[in-house]
């Protein structure tokens, strides 16, 4: 009796660091409360020749307004597209309030082009998506960096105050 809740344990044990293992390994999700959470990523490996490939997100809008992706950076690649379900280009991704957006290869997608092949090959690859909150951009701001009241710092950065940028980690799937 002994002997079989020692093994049952080791094997408890061994399954809970496997799966451990096997989240390190995989895309995490991003969530930012009360705005967005990214539940999913993952990006096809590139065709034999092909200096191109397709990314997928599925993305939840948390907020009480329209966030919009606008744009995809990264380093493996030199532009990034969004495209429709009819293989069109979209200048933007509007995902209304409450919605959710489930990217695949017959839904809307990232296309990646100018890929570096040395990049793919490390199994993963950071994505820096451009999100919007609202449809409308806000006025651009100057960058602030003053002694507060309290005697920290108040900073703000340069930009568009309701533009951010988040970097997903991104798998490569054969």
Do not use: C, W
């Amino acid at each position: 009796m002994y002997s079989s809740i020692k093994r049952i344990n080791r094997t408890i044990i061994l399954l809970m660091t496997l799966m451990f293992l096997q989240t390190t390994v995989q895309a995490q999700p991003i969530l930012v409360p009360g705005f967005m959470g990214i539940e999913s990523s993952y990006m096809d490996a590139p065709a034999a020749g092909s200096d191109s490939s397709n990314a997928y997100f599925t993305i939840s809008n948390l907020h009480y307004e329209p966030i919009v992706l606008l744009s995809a950076t990264g380093e493996a690649f030199g532009n990034a597209t969004f495209i429709d379900p009819d293989g069109n280009e979209l200048e933007q991704v509007v995902i209304r309030p409450g919605g959710r957006l489930v990217m695949g290869p017959n839904n809307v997608h990232l296309r990646l082009g100018e890929l570096e092949a040395e990049a793919v090959d490390e199994g993963s690859q950071d994505i820096t998506l451009l999100v919007r909150l609202g449809l409308e951009p806000e006025e651009a701001v100057e960058a602030i960096e003053e002694l507060g009241v309290m005697s920290g710092v108040r900073s703000r950065e340069a930009g568009i105050p309701n533009e951010k940028k988040y970097v997903v980690h991104v798998m490569v799937r054969d």
